[in-house]
C-alpha cells in the first residue's frame, strides 16, 4: 500500500502513519505539498473539507499512490461558540472519504486574535510561549493539556475517513431483503 499526504507537515504525516500501520501493516507513507485553495484558518466544515478534499485529490494526482490523504483543519462556530476541528478526506481515484476530528472548545478572545485572514499556529505559538506548535501538539494539545493532540485527532479522522475502504462490504449497496 503507497499512501500519498498532501501535505509536508510532519504531524500530519505521523498521523497518516499510525493509521495506516494499523489498518494494512505496511504502507508506504509519501508527502508532498498540495495547497488546499481555502483560507489558512477554514471558519467551516464545509471550507475545512473543500481544503482536504482538494489536498488529497492533489496528491492522489501527483501519481503512484492507492490512496491519497488531505488533512485540514481550522475553528467553527457553533451555538455554544468556537470549536477547533478538522477533517481528513482519503481520495481512492474514484470516490472521496471523509472523516472528522473531534471538537473543541475554542477560546472566542484567541479566536479575534486570528482575525478573517490570520493563521491559527501564529496565534497559538504566541499564547502558548512555544515555537512551531503545528509541527507539535498543535492547538488540539495546547486546549487539552497534551490529553489529545493534533496528530491523535487527525488520527481519529483517518480512521474514521477510511472505514469505507477497510469495511467495504457495509458500505456497497447490495441486495436489500431481510
Same mark, same amino acid.
Given at each position: 500500500?503507497?499512501?500519498?499526504?498532501?501535505?509536508?507537515?510532519?504531524?500530519?504525516?505521523?498521523?497518516?502513519?499510525?493509521?495506516?500501520?494499523?489498518?494494512?501493516?505496511?504502507?508506504?507513507?509519501?508527502?508532498?505539498?498540495?495547497?488546499?485553495?481555502?483560507?489558512?484558518?477554514?471558519?467551516?466544515?464545509?471550507?475545512?473539507?473543500?481544503?482536504?478534499?482538494?489536498?488529497?485529490?492533489?496528491? &492522489?494526482?501527483?501519481?503512484?499512490?492507492?490512496?491519497?490523504?488531505?488533512?485540514?483543519?481550522?475553528?467553527?462556530?457553533?451555538?455554544?461558540?468556537?470549536?477547533?476541528?478538522?477533517?481528513?478526506?482519503?481520495?481512492?481515484?474514484?470516490?472521496?472519504?471523509?472523516?472528522?476530528?473531534?471538537?473543541?472548545? &475554542?477560546?472566542?478572545?484567541?479566536?479575534?486574535?486570528?482575525?478573517?485572514?490570520?493563521?491559527?499556529?501564529?496565534?497559538?505559538?504566541?499564547?502558548?510561549?512555544?515555537?512551531?506548535?503545528?509541527?507539535?501538539?498543535?492547538? &488540539?494539545?495546547?486546549?487539552?493539556?497534551d490529553r489529545?493532540?493534533?496528530?491523535?485527532? &487527525?488520527?481519529?479522522?483517518?480512521?474514521?475517513?477510511?472505514?469505507?475502504?477497510?469495511?467495504?462490504?457495509l458500505y456497497?449497496?447490495?441486495?436489500?431483503?431481510?
Amino acid at each position: 500500500m503507497i499512501v500519498r499526504v498532501g501535505s509536508m507537515n510532519r504531524v500530519k504525516r505521523a498521523a497518516v502513519e499510525e493509521a495506516c500501520r494499523e489498518l494494512f501493516g505496511e504502507a508506504t507513507v509519501l508527502c508532498c505539498a498540495a495547497p488546499s485553495g481555502v483560507a489558512a484558518t477554514p471558519r467551516t466544515d464545509e471550507e475545512m473539507i473543500a481544503g482536504a478534499v482538494a489536498r488529497a485529490r492533489r496528491a &492522489f494526482e501527483d501519481g503512484g499512490a492507492d490512496l491519497g490523504i488531505g488533512l485540514e483543519g481550522g475553528v467553527m462556530p457553533s451555538p455554544h461558540g468556537p470549536l477547533l476541528k478538522g477533517w481528513v478526506a482519503v481520495h481512492d481515484g474514484e470516490r472521496d472519504h471523509v472523516g472528522a476530528t473531534p471538537a473543541v472548545p &475554542f477560546p472566542a478572545h484567541l479566536l479575534e486574535r486570528v482575525g478573517e485572514k490570520g493563521e491559527l499556529a501564529h496565534v497559538m505559538d504566541a499564547v502558548s510561549g512555544r515555537e512551531n506548535v503545528r509541527e507539535n501538539e498543535g492547538a &488540539f494539545g495546547i486546549l487539552t493539556g497534551d490529553r489529545i493532540t493534533r496528530k491523535e485527532s &487527525f488520527k481519529l479522522a483517518l480512521l474514521c475517513a477510511l472505514a469505507p475502504i477497510v469495511n467495504r462490504g457495509l458500505y456497497e449497496e447490495g441486495p436489500s431483503g431481510a
